[in-house]
């Protein structure tokens, strides 16, 4: 059974004439017990959005879900009501996101932080709270958790807030954590660590992990499953291993391409995918990546979406005659 099954994720946002420019277009994903899924795209392709419509966090009044269902155990969030969502936040749904900084309040100690969810949630008093904290930051890596408990948030490192936050979203021990771009703002040395961190827990803790990433190299390292999301649609969706060695489409190959070899030759350049993501205004209603592909599209194929075939166990393409299966 799935955790969560979301299908047909529609979602729009209002512009100043009024009018709904839908930036994800009809999104199905979904996610096992346990199981870690990457969703990875270029910047803007509708990863953020995707996942604060799961937790119902779009920004208001403009955002929008237009169309679809977002099953969380069974139960549609789309027709919960606030506070059924809200006991679902934070206690079932954990969530991490890019920015530490903005997760963290700035006036608070890191200790009172993380205290707060064993007492929202787990009804402990203050002296059990803490006790519950201290754990949970020599858990996550934190040095000296009870000195450390006493600093604000500037005290610490980037890395080092990351693995407060990565603490909170924990403490309450989700059932799925949501982490968007979690290591993004971090060093490179760092982002492997706190990658690896999360990992170990995540497994640990038997949650599922919903990963959101550019970073085809951060997916390697932590999913099961993979979904390549491009101007608002999936348009490849297969285990990890399978979407690195049989990729299918041709936006999935030239993501693949750009990532640097450790075995291969030594490139001064890597191949980047030519152009960008279309301005919402001009998408197709056929195959999105037409304008960038190398291939060749007719006409009806900018006008009609393939449908999303299953080309092996497990393993979907938006099956675009230029662009999908038939390109290899
Ligand atoms: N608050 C907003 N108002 C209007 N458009 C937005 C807003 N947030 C995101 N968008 C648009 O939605 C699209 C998807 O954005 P986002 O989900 O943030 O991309 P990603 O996380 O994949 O980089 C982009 O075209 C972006 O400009
Ligand atoms: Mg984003």
């Known amino acids: 059974m799935s955790l969560l099954e979301v299908r047909g994720l529609e979602v729009a946002f209002e512009n100043e004439e009024g009018d709904d420019l839908v930036v994800v277009d009809g999104v199905d994903l979904s996610l096992k017990p346990g199981q870690t899924l990457g969703l990875v795209g270029e910047s803007g392709c509708g990863k953020s959005v995707s996942a604060l419509s799961l937790l119902r966090l779009l920004p208001q009044p403009t955002g929008k879900i237009l169309n679809g269902s977002i099953l969380w155990k069974g139960n549609d969030l789309l027709t919960m009501s606030t506070d059924e969502i809200r006991s679902i936040r934070g206690k079932e749904i954990g969530m991490i996101f890019q920015e530490p900084m903005n997760a963290l ?136 291993r399978r979407l690195f060695e049989f990729p299918q489409h041709a936006y999935t190959k030239g993501l693949l391409a750009s990532i640097p070899s450790l075995t291969g030759p030594v490139q001064t350049e890597l191949p980047v995918i030519q152009g960008m993501i279309p301005a919402l205004a001009d998408l197709n209603s056929g195959c999105r990546f037409a304008s960038r592909s190398p291939h060749f599209h007719e006409q009806e194929w900018l006008e009609v979406r393939a449908p999303f075939v299953e080309v092996e166990e497990n393993h979907w393409v938006e099956d675009c005659p230029a662009c999908g299966r038939l390109n290899n």
């Open 105 to 240: 309040n700035p006036a608070h100690t890191i200790g009172r932080q993380v205290d707060e969810v064993f007492l929202t949630h787990q009804g402990l008093d203050r002296e059990q709270a803490r006790v519950h904290t201290l754990n949970m930051l020599q858990k996550v890596g934190i040095p000296e958790p009870s000195i450390r408990a006493n600093e604000y948030p500037h005290q610490l490192s980037g890395g080092m807030r990351q693995r407060i936050v990565i603490a909170i979203a924990l403490a309450c021990e989700p059932d799925l954590i949501i982490a968007d771009e979690p290591t993004t703002a971090l060093d490179v040395t760092i982002q492997a660590q706190v990658l690896q961190l999360m990992s170990e827990l995540q497994e640990q803790s038997g949650a599922s992990l919903l990963l959101i990433t550019h970073d085809l190299g951060v997916v390697a390292q932590t999913c099961d499953e993979v979904a390549v999301m491009y101007a608002g649609r999936i348009v490849e969706q297969a285990p990890m």
